[in-house]
């Protein structure tokens, strides 16, 4: 695919996808009360979007995985969150 | 268009989508054994689960031309209880001759909990004992790094297990790279919200090739759409992939891997 199809088969669908971001961010930071890890997680993810490399999606996504090795001693629940929270 | 679904579970699925589905081309549909959304109280609700997958939806999707398929296992979601999980892996083998069983699946890791793993291995070796095929399940989100690789450590340490005889499934762009590397085949989950898009799928095809790789719905009780796979096929048109190119995604694929079972004929 040439990048003009590219821009034009999904240019106004990371554009309203952008704006979105945009919007969740005003909207926690207009909220009250404290963020947890997760607004941080988010934030360090989006800086991997400002680089020239073509594996921004790996490395957003490597950004929000527990990067620890060793298995757990017992699992907390079933459910994941969506960003490593850290060794607790 | 004809495709292969080979990962729905459908037991959580209302007729209309067995329609849908059929309307579509679906030429063969394959379940894992899965996680109910709660869990069992006992090894006999399972066995009571095995009976459903392996006698009674095969003649619900019958009903609709589509040739019904599935996989055996307790799933890692409840995998923490170490004596229910090998109550029900000892249930497996009377069940492995019926004629739609594929193998041992979906297996896996959900939060990378030692007893987790240590179920795992206990699956691995039936499959091994029993010369059966694998389908294996990536964890969830933030845990799915860390399980890959684990699971992968786990695989690749049983030097019965050939790797073109396991499918890690669920993979996403970090985890794509070392699952084919390894020559294991790997899957991806077309989801609403997490796991992958369409358009993130097609890259990944893009990416790295179109061998040793499938696409699955893995429709459930869940937020998911039945028909991703045959609406993944339609965006790959939109990328001007050639109708050979995208059956041999959507058909061929999934046909060639599950084919290295006698049972599996579309
Ligand atoms: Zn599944």
């Given at each position: 695919m040439t990048r003009q199809h590219v821009l034009d088969l999904y240019f106004m669908e990371a554009r309203s996808k952008l704006i979105d971001l945009a919007a969740f961010l005003d909207r926690v930071e207009r909220a009250e009360g404290e963020a947890d890890f997760r607004l941080n997680a988010l934030q360090q993810a989006i800086?991997?979007?400002?680089?020239?490399?073509?594996d921004r999606a790996k490395r957003v996504l490597l950004a929000l995985s527990?990067?620890?090795?060793e298995p757990i001693?017992?699992?907390?629940?079933?459910?994941?969150?969506?960003a490593w929270q850290g060794s607790k | 268009m004809r495709y292969i679904?080979?990962?729905?579970?459908?037991?959580?699925?209302?007729?209309d989508d067995y329609v849908d589905m059929a309307t579509a081309g679906c030429a063969a549909v394959c379940e894992p054994a899965f996680w109910a959304g709660f869990d069992r109280s006992s090894a006999d609700g399972f066995h009571d689960y095995f009976c459903q997958l392996t006698e009674h939806e095969p003649k619900r999707a019958a009903k609709f031309g589509i040739p019904h398929f599935c996989w055996l296992c307790i799933n890692p979601k409840e995998s923490e209880d170490v004596q229910l999980a090998k109550d029900v892996i000892a249930l497996i083998p009377d069940f492995l001759d019926k004629p739609n069983v594929l193998g041992i699946g979906e297996i896996g890791l959900n939060k990378n909990s030692r007893n987790e793993l240590k179920i795992l291995e206990l699956h691995v070796d039936l499959a091994a004992r029993h010369n059966q095929l694998i389908l294996v399940h990536t964890p969830h989100l933030e845990d799915k790094l860390k399980g890959t690789r684990l699971i992968l450590d786990v695989l690749k340490s049983d030097r019965r297990i050939r790797p073109e005889r396991v499918i890690i499934d669920h993979v996403e762009e970090h985890t794509i790279g070392p699952v084919l590397d390894a020559g294991f085949w790997a899957g991806m989950t077309l989801y609403p919200e997490s796991k992958c898009t369409p358009a993130r799928a097609i890259d990944m095809l893009e990416t790295?090739?179109?061998?040793?790789i499938w696409m699955n719905s893995?429709?459930?009780?869940?937020?998911?759409?039945?028909l991703a796979v045959p609406r993944t096929a339609l965006e790959m048109k939109k990328r001007q992939w050639t109708a050979d190119a995208i059956d041999r995604v959507v058909y061929q694929n999934p046909l060639k891997f599950l084919s290295q079972t006698p049972k599996f004929r579309v």
């Open positions: 800086r991997e979007l400002d680089t020239g490399n073509a527990d990067p620890t090795t001693p017992a699992a907390p629940g079933k459910g994941a969150i969506g | 679904e080979p990962h729905g579970h459908m037991v959580s699925r209302v007729t790295y090739g179109t061998e040793r893995a429709c459930d009780w869940g937020v998911s759409i039945p």
